[in-house]
């Protein structure tokens, strides 16, 4: 496997490597390829490894499950 290291590539091999990886970046998908060309810019021009362009996507990912724990609904009366 060659490497993907922006110091082994040039820009248009990288831009290659983003266009197969993300998938059919030209076709009529459901809009969301420019937020992924996007996203990956900083990469294809050699500012910032792979590896960081993704780390930084996942520091920033909130899941819907995190946040404050409930012990309970809030509205049930408590009984003895």
Not at 17 to 26: L, M, P, Q, R
Not at 55 to 68: D, E, I, L, R, V
């Amino acid at each position: 496997m060659k490497s993907i290291l922006i110091a082994d590539t040039t820009r248009e091999e990288r831009e290659q490597i983003v266009a197969e990886s993300i998938g059919n970046i030209d076709g009529s998908c459901d809009g969301c390829s420019p937020g992924l060309i996007k996203m990956y810019q900083d990469y294809i021009d050699g500012r910032m490894e792979l590896r960081e362009v993704n780390m930084s996507f996942n520091a920033s990912y909130t899941s819907g499950t995190m946040g404050p724990d409930r012990s309970g609904c809030g509205y049930a009366e408590e009984r003895p």
